[in-house]
């Protein structure tokens, strides 16, 4: 039993040093009973300088109130991706975003453990970002009178909703009023937003373009709203990407996925179009058109509590849903065509088009990632493709395993007169069989041939 429980222990200690995040793990009295490497590395001490050790001794700016570990030791509730600021023993000032679980036995709480990601490299990374997209935005002004990739001409279709759709976002992009954009992923919402931009007044002016799913909620306000120095140690004035956007358009994707209490800043900025940075008190004016995004029906967001309602309606003033992939069939062939042509000139190919069985697979085939799916389906057939038409047995293999068997294994239609004429004859014969249960004589009466050839065609056939 004794080399069993040490067994179980050491691949318990293997699987938890495979993790690549911070472990820390400390019993009801506060002592650490596990510390992994990436944990250590995150803090900036060694193992041994934790390990075994009370957690005020490892880390002396702690308290049991500041402490994640402790507070759920107490109340034997979790608490999730919170931000914790500390001092090690070496007096260096540590950021990480914890997720801190109680341990318990039955009902009775045991210890807790707590689960770290390095928060200051991703507060660097961010401020990062913000330092390259405030710089990109000063060499585009001087360089460059576009600030997007594409512009509705890039947006191809032949379906007459979606063609109305472009037509109808054309009119209203003159428009500074806030817009909501409602589609699947894939279907092509930033490329539409580019769109609008690029149609609207603005399109001299920064587009900027946020995943607020991208970003940790703790970082995603100072992202948005900007610093002030000293809001916290180390904090510098810093612009934020409303400020970077001052002229031009916002583009806020999966919007749902930002915090509620975040939401209801963004729907002060949207009201009075003034920003106040974190930490900070005075108020900016900023002129910013948002445009926001998400990829789950408004309603239900609305009804799940993931989008507040009056946020909703602010940005409801334009509305435009974009239309999966397959309900708009007509456009499935006629995309695959523009890609085939795009993916020739940058393959250096001459393919021709698809066969008729993959055209068949096109049009039946749901496409559940929308438009990115098929661009990135044509553009793996492309590469692999050594012939002039596309075909099934070029599809990546998850979607040739949707293939029925029959299909997988059909072979391209012959044009042979005999061989056809043969397979329908034997067709017959079996057909007349069956009829007859097997009866030789019958079957050639009604077959219309004498009952020797049948013998004959029987004998050839076996």
């Known amino acids: 039993m004794g080399q069993l429980t040490a067994l179980t222990q050491e691949v318990l200690t293997a699987i938890l040093k495979s993790i690549d995040e911070g472990i820390h793990v400390v019993n009801t009295e506060g002592k650490t009973i596990y510390y992994n490497e990436v944990a250590a590395r995150h803090d900036g001490v060694e193992v041994a300088e934790v390990l075994g050790k009370h957690l005020f001794e490892a880390f002396p700016s702690l308290t049991k109130y500041s402490s994640t570990l402790l507070r759920v030791i107490k109340t034997a509730k979790p608490i999730y991706n919170q931000t914790q600021v500390y001092v090690n023993l070496h007096g260096a000032r540590i950021d990480t975003i914890n997720t801190t679980l109680p341990i318990l036995l039955g009902d009775e709480v045991i210890g807790a ?73 894939g279907t092509g919402k930033e490329l539409f937003v580019q769109g609008i931009h690029d149609e609207s007044r603005r399109s001299n002016g920064p587009f900027i373009a946020q995943n607020c799913a991208a970003i940790p909620e703790s970082l995603l306000e100072s992202i948005l709203f900007g610093t002030a120095k000293g809001s916290y140690t180390g904090a510098v004035d810093r612009k ?38 974190v930490g900070g008190s005075e108020n900016i004016l900023v002129d910013v058109r948002v445009i926001a995004a998400v990829n789950v029906h408004p ?46 000139s940058n393959l250096q190919k001459n393919i021709q088009g698809l066969d008729q069985q993959l055209q068949s697979f096109f049009q039946e085939y749901q496409w559940p990632g929308n438009v990115r799916e098929l661009k990135h389906t044509v553009e793996y057939m492309m590469n692999v493709c050594e012939r002039e038409l596309l075909g099934t047995e070029d599809l990546p293999v998850m979607l040739k395993q949707l293939l029925s068997p029959a299909r997988r294994n059909q072979k391209p239609e012959s044009l042979s007169l005999r061989r056809n004429l043969d397979e329908l004859e034997k067709s017959l014969i079996m057909k007349a069989l069956d009829q007859c249960d097997g009866n030789i004589n019958q079957a050639a009466k009604l077959l219309d041939i004498p009952r020797q050839t049948l013998q004959y065609k029987l004998k050839k056939q076996s």
């Open 113 to 185: 453990v707590e689960i770290a990601k390095d928060y200051s490299r991703m507060k660097l990374l961010s401020e990062r970002l913000l330092d390259l997209q405030k710089g990109r935005n000063k060499s585009r002004k001087k360089k460059l009178p576009k600030q997007v990739k594409y512009t509705f001409n890039d947006l191809k279709t032949v379906n007459s909703a979606f063609k109305s759709l472009k037509e109808e976002a054309r009119k209203l992009a003159k428009s500074n009023s806030p817009i909501l954009v409602y589609g699947e992923s």
């Open 240 to 277: 934020g990407l409303f400020e970077l956007s001052d002229g031009g358009t916002l583009f806020l994707d999966e919007l749902h996925t930002m915090p509620i209490e975040l939401q209801a800043k963004l729907l002060r900025v949207l009201e009075d179009g003034i920003v106040r940075r």
């Open 299 to 344: 309603g239900k967001a609305l009804q799940q509590q993931l989008l507040r309602s009056d946020l909703y309606y602010r940005l409801n003033v334009f509305t435009f849903s974009l239309l999966p992939l397959r309900e708009r069939k007509e456009d499935i062939l006629f995309l695959t065509d523009c890609f085939i042509g795009e993916f020739n």
